[in-house]
């Protein structure tokens, strides 16, 4: 049986190369749910407020979805960003993508998703990079993304441009933001 989560991203770099790339690195701690992870999973891409660097103006949305492809493994070159490393990853499908500055704002759905418990402190369970999501949220959020999102390549350029990138994404293991 598959199962949905909320795959978490914060920063604008990394948001692009996952996107491009059909690709997620995972941070070296180890998680729960990122060792269940498994080939057919849905990950509702998440985008904080903070990730494109004005979190008084952005707001953490659900950008796309995707299908996890491979399982977690080591990659063979970590995936860097910045100063941190990411040793694990998985091939990803990415099937719809809202275009930049849309998507399905979070916030107002909290207190009807049962992935958030603590309504007030909510937030708190973004701090990882991947949120289980019960059926019924992931279908609350599916639902609400559906008609905002087209295909990604479509809507890609809209996130490499927001973080810099212009030449076109290339399939790698050792990508240096």
Request: glycine share 10%; aromatic share 6%.
């Amino acid at each position: 049986m598959t199962e949905s989560y909320l795959l978490i991203l914060g920063d604008r770099e990394a948001i692009a190369w996952v996107l491009g790339e059909q690709r997620m690195a995972f941070p070296r701690t180890a998680r729960a749910e990122i060792e269940r992870l498994t080939v057919g999973d849905e990950l509702l891409i998440y985008a904080t407020r903070g990730a494109f660097g004005n979190p008084t103006r952005d707001r953490g949305r659900v950008i796309g979805r995707a299908v996890v492809r491979s399982e977690v493994a080591a990659l063979e070159q970590p995936v860097k960003f910045g100063e941190r490393e990411f040793p694990r990853g998985c091939d990803l499908e990415v099937e719809a993508l809202a275009p930049w500055g849309s998507g399905v704002e979070l916030r107002p759905l909290v207190e009807r998703l049962e992935a958030f418990p603590d309504t007030k402190s909510w937030s708190v369970r973004l701090r990882r990079p991947l949120l289980h999501l019960p059926q019924g949220d992931a279908e609350l959020i599916g639902d609400a993304l559906g008609p905002l999102a087209g295909a990604l390549a479509d809507n890609l350029g809209g996130y490499r441009a927001r973080a810099g990138l212009t030449a076109p994404s290339k399939r790698s293991s050792d990508v240096t933001a």
